[in-house]
Each structure stands twice: as C-alpha cells, then as structure tokens.
C-alpha cells in the first residue's frame, strides 16, 4: 500500500481544486437570487454537505438559474 508522501502529488492539486470549487459555488449561490429548483438555503447545505464535488456541481447542473 501506497505511504501516504507518495500520494501528496496527487492529493494536494485536488484539494486545491475541491475547495476553489467550493469556494466559487458558495459566492455564486450568496450574490444572486434566482434559482431553478430551490432556495438559496437549499443550495447552501447541499453545497457544504456534500462538499466532495457533488454539491457543487449538483448546483450547477439543477439550481445554476441561466442567465
């Protein structure tokens, strides 16, 4: 099994990514008002619950309202 420095390169740029990506759907979700389906309470939790990509890409495929 793999140590865990072995895995650092790999670990890190990903990290990175995960909470840039975090970080952009929670000021995307705070500064507009509309949505397609639910609140902006709604897409808050399922944002910061499901944290590990899927909440912020969640959002962006079903309550991302286009402009």
């Known amino acids: 099994m793999p ?3 072995e895995m650092l390169p ?3 740029p990903l990290a ?3 909470f840039a ?3 952009y759907t ?4 705070l500064t507009h ?3 397609k389906r639910g609140s902006r309470a709604l897409w808050l ?3 910061l619950i499901g944290m590990q990509f ?4 969640l959002y962006f495929l079903l309550g991302k309202e286009d402009a």
């Open 26 to 29: 929670i000021y995307h979700i």
């Open 33 to 35: 008002t509309a949505y």
């Open 10 to 12: 790999f670990i890190i």
């Open 21 to 23: 990506l975090l970080a």
């Open 16 to 18: 990175i990514a995960e």
């Open 54 to 57: 899927i909440g912020p890409i």
């Open 3 to 5: 140590e865990i420095h």
């Open 45 to 47: 939790a399922v944002a």
